[in-house]
C-alpha cells in the first residue's frame, strides 16, 4: 500500500467519483407501498426508469473526453438499486465498464422492515424536532448509523485504490459511479470534506437521479466545485463557508494546506480613506479625477468565540461610536432567510424588500440617537455583508476607524471595504495564510471579489456612487479613473507618478503639484462648490506658503493641503495649531495607503484594534 502523501497514489485515483440516487420508484410515488413490500423489492416507476436512462446519457457526457473517447473508464458501486443501476449502464459502451460491485454498507437508511403510515408520519414530525442526523428511527437507523457504515465503506474505497484493485490502467480517466440513496449519499458526502452535523442539517437531499460530481482539482483534491457552479451548490444546501471550501480544493496547488480557520483566531481587515487630488467635481462634466489612498484606516475585528461562552448572537460593536447591537441568530434566520439567497463568490445587489427588512431589525429593535442618522445606514450595511457571506452563524465583529465620518475622505467605502474583507477571509474566499502574522495583500482576483461587496455595501448607503471610493481604498496603488480630457488633472495624474531620483527632483516635483493643486481650487470657485470656512483654511495654509484645496464633499468636506517633503516640524505644528485655533481638526496622513490587507491574530487582540 501507498503511504497517504505517495505520489505514485495518484496514478490510481478516479477522476472522478459521481453519486447518483436511484429513480423515482413505487415508493416514492406511494408511501404505503413500504406497508407491505420490502425496501429492497419495491421497483422503479416507468418515470424513474427515464429518469435513470437521461441521468446515464448526462453522466456519459461529463465523462467523456471529446478529444480522445476511448481515454476513460468507469466502474459502478451500488446497492438496492439494481434496476437504475441497470437503465444508467445502457448509456456506456461495454467495454468502458471495467467493473460492477454490489456494496451493502451504501444502502438506503433502514426504517425498520414493514412501514405504518400513520406512524411513520409521526415519526418523521418527531425527527424533524430531533433532528434529522441524530434521530434513530424505531428498530431501524439514524443517520449517524448510516455515516458510520458509510465510514467503513470509505476506508474500505481506499484500499482498493490503493491495492488497484479497480484494475486501472493509468493512461486512461477512472470514474467511480455510485448509484445509492439520498441519506447514504449525503452522508457520503458529509465524511469525505469533513461537514459539521450542523451543516448537514442544511443540506437538501437529491432528487430522484440527481447526481454530484466530485472532480479532482489542479493539486489533487477532490472538489464539487470543479463540475458544479456555486449556484448549484447553494441549492443543495451548502453554506457560504463550505461552497469557499470547495473552491479552494478546486484550485490549491499542489501541496497546500486548507486550514479552517480557529474558532479563537481573530481576523483583522483594514481599508484606508481617500482624497481626490484633482477633478472631484468636473468627473460629471467628462474630466479626468485623480483619487489616492491615505494611510488613514477603518478596521474590522471578527471573532467566533467557541460555545458556550459566546451567546447565540451576531453582535456588532461600534466602538467609536460608542454603540452595540446584537441580533439572536434565530431571529435573524427567521427575518432574513426568505429574503437573502446569496454565495460569497457572487457579489448580488441588496433588494428594497431585503433592505427594508433589515432596517426593521436595525431601527425597531434598537435605539440609535436623532443625531446619528449614518449609524443606521452602516448598521444595514453589516446586516447585509454578513449574511449574504457569512450566512447567519454567531460572531463579533468590532469597528474602528482613524478616518472623520462626513468629510470626503471616503469612511463609508473604508467601512464597507474592511468589512467585507474580514467577511471573506473568514469565510475561506480569499487564499490567505492563516499562520501569518502580518498584514497580508490581496491578488488581483480577490481585490475584485472585495470591492464588488463593498461597491454594493456603498450602494446602500448612498443609493449611486461612482465607485471611485471603494475602488481606491480596496486597491495599493495611486488610482486615475474617469479617463476624460481635463487638463489640470492629466497633467496632475502624469506629474504624481514620474520618479524623483534625488531631492532637486522631489522639490521641483512638489511646486508643480501645488501649482496643479491652486489652479484647480480655483476652477471648484469658479464652479460654486467651495465654501467660507474652505476658503478660511485655505487662506490659512496659505500664510505659510502651503498650497491647498478642499477634497471629497461640496460644501464642507476636507481641505488636503502638501507638506513638502523638505518642511520643517515647526512649520507643521504653527499652521496645525493656527487651525485648531479656528475650530478645525487636523490629521496628517501620506498618500498612498497600502488598499485592503487582512491580518490574523489570537482573540485577546480583539479589543486592542
Same mark, same amino acid.
Given at each position: 500500500?501507498?503511504?497517504?502523501?505517495?505520489?505514485?497514489?495518484?496514478?490510481?485515483?478516479?477522476?472522478? @467519483?459521481?453519486?447518483?440516487?436511484?429513480?423515482?420508484? *413505487?415508493?416514492?410515488?406511494?408511501?404505503?407501498? !413500504?406497508?407491505?413490500?420490502?425496501?429492497?423489492?419495491?421497483?422503479?416507476?416507468?418515470?424513474?426508469?427515464?429518469? &435513470?436512462?437521461?441521468?446515464?446519457?448526462?453522466?456519459?457526457?461529463?465523462?467523456?473526453?471529446?478529444?480522445?473517447?476511448?481515454?476513460?473508464?468507469? !466502474?459502478?458501486?451500488?446497492?438496492?438499486?439494481?434496476?437504475?443501476?441497470?437503465?444508467?449502464?445502457?448509456?456506456?459502451?461495454?467495454?468502458?465498464?471495467?467493473?460492477?460491485?454490489?456494496?451493502?454498507?451504501?444502502?438506503?437508511? =433502514?426504517?425498520?422492515?414493514?412501514?405504518?403510515?400513520?406512524?411513520?408520519?409521526?415519526?418523521?414530525?418527531?425527527?424533524?424536532?430531533?433532528?434529522?442526523?441524530?434521530?434513530?428511527?424505531?428498530?431501524?437507523?439514524?443517520?449517524?448509523?448510516?455515516?458510520?457504515?458509510?465510514?467503513?465503506?470509505?476506508?474500505?474505497?481506499?484500499?482498493?485504490?490503493?491495492?488497484?484493485?479497480?484494475? $486501472?490502467?493509468?493512461?486512461?480517466?477512472?470514474?467511480?459511479?455510485?448509484?445509492?440513496?439520498?441519506?447514504?449519499?449525503?452522508?457520503?458526502?458529509?465524511?469525505?470534506?469533513?461537514?459539521?452535523? *450542523?451543516?448537514?442539517?442544511?443540506?437538501?437531499?437529491?432528487?430522484?437521479?440527481? !447526481?454530484?460530481?466530485?472532480?479532482?482539482? #489542479?493539486?489533487?483534491?477532490?472538489?464539487?466545485?470543479?463540475?458544479?457552479?456555486?449556484?448549484?451548490?447553494?441549492?443543495?444546501?451548502?453554506?457560504?463557508?463550505?461552497?469557499?471550501?470547495?473552491? /479552494?480544493?478546486? +484550485?490549491?496547488?499542489?501541496?497546500?494546506?486548507?486550514?479552517?480557520?480557529?474558532?479563537?483566531?481573530?481576523?483583522?481587515?483594514?481599508?484606508?480613506?481617500?482624497?481626490?487630488?484633482?477633478?472631484?467635481?468636473?468627473?460629471?462634466?467628462?474630466?479626468?479625477?485623480?483619487?489616492?489612498?491615505?494611510?488613514?484606516?477603518?478596521?474590522?475585528?471578527?471573532?467566533?468565540?467557541?460555545?458556550? $461562552?459566546?451567546?447565540?448572537?451576531?453582535?456588532?460593536?461600534?466602538? =467609536?461610536?460608542?454603540?452595540?447591537?446584537?441580533?439572536?441568530?434565530?431571529?435573524?434566520?427567521?427575518?432574513?432567510?426568505?429574503?437573502?439567497?446569496?454565495?460569497?463568490?457572487?457579489?448580488?445587489?441588496?433588494?428594497?424588500?431585503?433592505?427594508?427588512?433589515?432596517?426593521?431589525?436595525?431601527?425597531?429593535? +434598537?435605539?440609535?440617537?436623532?443625531?446619528?442618522?449614518?449609524?443606521?445606514?452602516?448598521?444595514?450595511?453589516?446586516? /447585509?455583508?454578513?449574511?449574504?457571506?457569512?450566512?447567519?452563524?454567531?460572531?463579533?465583529?468590532?469597528?474602528?476607524?482613524?478616518?472623520?465620518?462626513?468629510?470626503?475622505?471616503?469612511?463609508?467605502?473604508?467601512?464597507?471595504?474592511?468589512?467585507?474583507?474580514?467577511?471573506?477571509?473568514?469565510?475561506?474566499?480569499?487564499?490567505?495564510?492563516?499562520?501569518?502574522?502580518?498584514?497580508?495583500?490581496?491578488?488581483?482576483?480577490?481585490?475584485?471579489?472585495?470591492?464588488? /461587496?463593498?461597491?454594493?455595501?456603498?450602494?446602500? @448607503?448612498?443609493?449611486?456612487?461612482?465607485?471611485?471610493?471603494?475602488?481606491?481604498?480596496?486597491?495599493?496603488?495611486?488610482?486615475?479613473?474617469?479617463?476624460?480630457?481635463?487638463?489640470?488633472?492629466?497633467?496632475?495624474?502624469?506629474?504624481?507618478?514620474?520618479?524623483?531620483?534625488?531631492?532637486?527632483?522631489?522639490?521641483?516635483?512638489?511646486?508643480? #503639484?501645488?501649482?496643479?493643486?491652486?489652479?484647480?481650487?480655483?476652477?471648484?470657485?469658479?464652479?460654486?462648490?467651495?465654501?467660507?470656512?474652505?476658503?478660511?483654511?485655505?487662506?490659512?495654509? $496659505?500664510?505659510?506658503?502651503?498650497?491647498?484645496?478642499?477634497?471629497?464633499?461640496?460644501?464642507?468636506?476636507?481641505?488636503?493641503?502638501?507638506?513638502?517633503?523638505?518642511?520643517? &516640524?515647526?512649520?507643521?505644528?504653527? #499652521?496645525?495649531?493656527?487651525?485648531?485655533?479656528?475650530?478645525?481638526?487636523?490629521?496628517?496622513?501620506?498618500?498612498?495607503?497600502?488598499?485592503?490587507?487582512?491580518? %490574523?491574530?489570537?482573540? $485577546?487582540?480583539? %479589543?486592542?484594534?
Amino acid at each position: 500500500m501507498f503511504e497517504p502523501n505517495d505520489p505514485n497514489r495518484s496514478k490510481f485515483l478516479p477522476k472522478r @467519483i459521481i453519486l447518483v440516487r436511484h429513480g423515482e420508484s *413505487e415508493g416514492n410515488l406511494d408511501n404505503s407501498t !413500504y406497508t407491505t413490500i420490502p425496501d429492497h423489492q419495491i421497483t422503479l416507476t416507468p418515470q424513474g426508469i427515464s429518469q &435513470a436512462r437521461h441521468a446515464g446519457t448526462q453522466i456519459q457526457r461529463v465523462v467523456s473526453n471529446e478529444k480522445d473517447k476511448d481515454n476513460w473508464r468507469v !466502474y459502478f458501486c451500488w446497492n438496492m438499486t439494481r434496476s437504475s443501476l441497470r437503465e444508467i449502464a445502457k448509456a456506456f459502451p461495454r467495454k468502458s465498464v471495467i467493473g460492477v460491485r454490489e456494496e451493502c454498507r451504501i444502502r438506503e437508511q =433502514d426504517f425498520g422492515n414493514f412501514q405504518v403510515t400513520e406512524r411513520m408520519k409521526d415519526i418523521k414530525e418527531s425527527r424533524q424536532k430531533f433532528g434529522r442526523f441524530f434521530y434513530r428511527f424505531p428498530e431501524g437507523e439514524s443517520a449517524a448509523d448510516v455515516y458510520d457504515r458509510v465510514s467503513t465503506f470509505l476506508e474500505s474505497l481506499w484500499r482498493d485504490i490503493d491495492m488497484n484493485r479497480f484494475n $486501472h490502467d493509468p493512461s486512461k480517466d477512472l470514474n467511480l459511479i455510485i448509484v445509492s440513496h439520498g441519506l447514504a449519499s449525503r452522508v457520503f458526502l458529509m465524511k469525505w470534506f469533513k461537514w459539521t452535523v *450542523e451543516q448537514f442539517e442544511y443540506l437538501h437531499n437529491f432528487s430522484n437521479c440527481e !447526481y454530484r460530481v466530485m472532480q479532482l482539482g #489542479v493539486g489533487g483534491e477532490y472538489s464539487l466545485a470543479v463540475h458544479h457552479s456555486d449556484e448549484e451548490m447553494q441549492e443543495w444546501g451548502l453554506s457560504p463557508e463550505m461552497i469557499a471550501g470547495q473552491k /479552494w480544493r478546486a +484550485h490549491a496547488e499542489k501541496g497546500a494546506s486548507m486550514e479552517k480557520l480557529p474558532w479563537d483566531m481573530e481576523v483583522i481587515a483594514r481599508a484606508p480613506g481617500k482624497i481626490i487630488l484633482s477633478g472631484e467635481h468636473a468627473v460629471v462634466y467628462g474630466s479626468t479625477a485623480v483619487a489616492a489612498a491615505i494611510d488613514l484606516y477603518t478596521y474590522v475585528s471578527l471573532t467566533y468565540p467557541p460555545p458556550p $461562552h459566546s451567546p447565540d448572537a451576531l453582535i456588532l460593536h461600534l466602538k =467609536d461610536a460608542g454603540l452595540e447591537f446584537s441580533w439572536p441568530i434565530n431571529r435573524l434566520k427567521e427575518a432574513l432567510s426568505p429574503t437573502i439567497n446569496t454565495t460569497a463568490s457572487s457579489p448580488t445587489s441588496c433588494s428594497a424588500e431585503t433592505i427594508k427588512v433589515i432596517t426593521t431589525l436595525v431601527l425597531k429593535e +434598537h435605539t440609535i440617537p436623532d443625531s446619528r442618522t449614518e449609524i443606521a445606514a452602516a448598521v444595514v450595511v453589516f446586516l /447585509w455583508l454578513y449574511t449574504s457571506i457569512q450566512g447567519t452563524k454567531p460572531a463579533r465583529v468590532v469597528v474602528s476607524s482613524e478616518l472623520p465620518l462626513g468629510s470626503g475622505l471616503g469612511s463609508s467605502a473604508a467601512y464597507c471595504v474592511s468589512m467585507s474583507g474580514a467577511l471573506l477571509a473568514s469565510s475561506g474566499s480569499l487564499y490567505l495564510d492563516f499562520n501569518s502574522e502580518d498584514w497580508l495583500s490581496l491578488g488581483e482576483n480577490e481585490q475584485k471579489l472585495a470591492n464588488e /461587496w463593498a461597491f454594493e455595501g456603498e450602494k446602500i @448607503i448612498h443609493g449611486n456612487p461612482s465607485g471611485i471610493d471603494n475602488t481606491v481604498s480596496t486597491l495599493d496603488t495611486m488610482t486615475s479613473v474617469f479617463a476624460a480630457v481635463d487638463n489640470i488633472s492629466n497633467e496632475l495624474a502624469s506629474t504624481v507618478q514620474l520618479c524623483s531620483s534625488n531631492d532637486l527632483d522631489v522639490v521641483e516635483k512638489e511646486k508643480k #503639484v501645488e501649482e496643479l493643486m491652486e489652479m484647480n481650487q480655483g476652477l471648484l470657485q469658479c464652479m460654486g462648490v467651495s465654501h467660507a470656512s474652505i476658503e478660511t483654511v485655505i487662506s490659512t495654509t $496659505h500664510k505659510y506658503k502651503l498650497s491647498s484645496k478642499l477634497t471629497g464633499a461640496d460644501g464642507g468636506g476636507c481641505v488636503i493641503t502638501l507638506l513638502p517633503a523638505l518642511l520643517s &516640524a515647526s512649520v507643521v505644528d504653527a #499652521v496645525t495649531a493656527e487651525l485648531e485655533q479656528c475650530g478645525f481638526q487636523s490629521y496628517i496622513a501620506g498618500i498612498g495607503g497600502k488598499g485592503l490587507e487582512i491580518r %490574523f491574530g489570537g482573540v $485577546h487582540d480583539i %479589543f486592542s484594534i
